[in-house]
């Protein structure tokens, strides 16, 4: 009797902390020195045909108590591997597009970081019937349920803290998962972050603007006729002004910021790999073709 219950309480301990060892990543190229910390990488089945790709490392702290943090890259169709290899993982890529090199500032020094690549379509998520139309609600959903998942296979960080944090459309999918996780209290949610978010279209349209003048990246002449053409009763609207002249203006407002060899992301650093051939010899003026459609599709697009 004795022998059972030990074995009982055997399983229940592996059960309890029984990381998912398929998906344990041993090796890791491009690094010089393979990490003490574990992590692994996977997918997280949503639904009957969906999977979502996850990339999990562990704290290098305490991973026990150390909080869980989900990362969620924008876009909306942004891989969150960029958050984990470019931003504020263990490790970056460098400019030989091979090695990896350690982050001094990486987030998993105090906490155990969750990355998903989501919606399906994006990155290495797919959908078996290979349908990637969604909405905002469908897929706050499937994060939700991406979540359960992952504590069902990490059952030992089901006690942690919890926090869901993104960026850019990060403003969409993060409020929208919290709220669906508030209501479950088998996850232990303490709060968000978003950083750079998009909370508006209509805001952030607008917001593009300022931010080219303000930072000197448009001229006072440009900054005059937006004023002329966009701001009607001393009212300014750059955002889908039915005016011609406003749209043909704010087109070359969004030519300066994303197409002119910018790092529209830190306008104060380089682009990585540097500036293609054809911008180094274009000047602004070149890039005003078509500007009713460049105003259309490409005055909110967000990374």
Known sequence: MAFLVLLVMLLRAFVLESAPVADEIVYLPGLAKQPSFKQYSGYLNVSDNKHLFYWFVESQSSPKKDPVVLWLNGGPGCSSLDGLLNEHGPFLIQQDGKSLQY??????????????????????????DQIYKTNDTE?????YLALKEFFHLF????????YV???SYGGIYVPTLAERVMTD??????????GNGLGSWELNGNSVVYFAYYH??????????????????????????KDQDCQNKVGEVIAAVWNSG????????????GVPERLKTSALIHHTAN?????????????
């Open 103 to 128: 982050n001094p500032y990486s987030w998993n020094l105090i906490a155990n970081m969750l990355y998903l690549e989501s919606p399906a379509g994006v990155g290495f998520s797919y959908s078996d």
């Open 139 to 143: 897929v706050s959903f499937n994060n």
């Open 155 to 162: 059952p030992e960080y089901s006690k942690n803290d919890f």
């Open 165 to 167: 944090t993104g960026e």
């Open 185 to 194: 209290s088998s996850i232990q949610l303490k709060g968000i972050a978003v």
């Open 216 to 241: 000197g990246v448009i001229g006072s002449k440009l900054w005059g006729d937006l004023q002329k053409f966009c701001c009607a009763k001393g009212t300014c609207n750059f955002y889908k002004n």
């Open 262 to 273: 910018l790092n529209a992301y830190n306008i104060y650093a380089d682009c990585a790999g």
């Open 291 to 303: 500007l009713t459609q460049v105003v259309s599709v490409g005055t909110l697009h967000l990374i």
